[in-house]
């Protein structure tokens, strides 16, 4: 594995491919058992409100969602209390906007030969 081609990588399309959804989906779930994992839940601090909660009230959360490209990595999985976590389908900081919108105008034009 790992020998696709560059172009596989960049075509957009493949982030709602399911099967790789179901791929990070997987890799969110080994990650959730390991010490790295364990280490932000007894920190307790979710990752947008910066408040102290107690392990039972966190969940992991993608900052890019999957869906939208996001990646079951360390750099894109948080601590996220439920409340945060709920509402950042509403309400997303700007910039994550705007490049989430950016993205589905690329998608949308390079989708012409589908
Ligand atoms: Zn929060």
Redesign the pocket.
């Known amino acids: 594995m790992g020998d696709h081609p560059k172009k596989y990588v960049e075509l957009s399309s493949s982030h709602t491919d399911p099967a790789r959804v179901k791929r990070e989906r997987e890799k969110a779930r080994e990650l959730r058992k390991t010490r790295w994992w364990l280490d932000q839940v007894n920190r307790g601090v ?6 102290k ?1 107690p392990a039972s009230e966190l969940t992991m959360d993608h900052i890019v969602p999957i869906a939208r490209g996001g990646t079951s990595t360390k750099g894109n999985i948080v601590c ?2 439920r ?3 709920r509402d950042k389908k509403l309400e997303m900081p700007v910039d994550s906007l705007f490049e989430q919108l950016e993205r589905e105008r690329r998608e949308r034009e390079g989708k012409d030969d589908v």
Do not use: V
């Open positions: 979710c990752h947008y409100c910066q408040k909660f996220a209390c409340s945060c976590n």
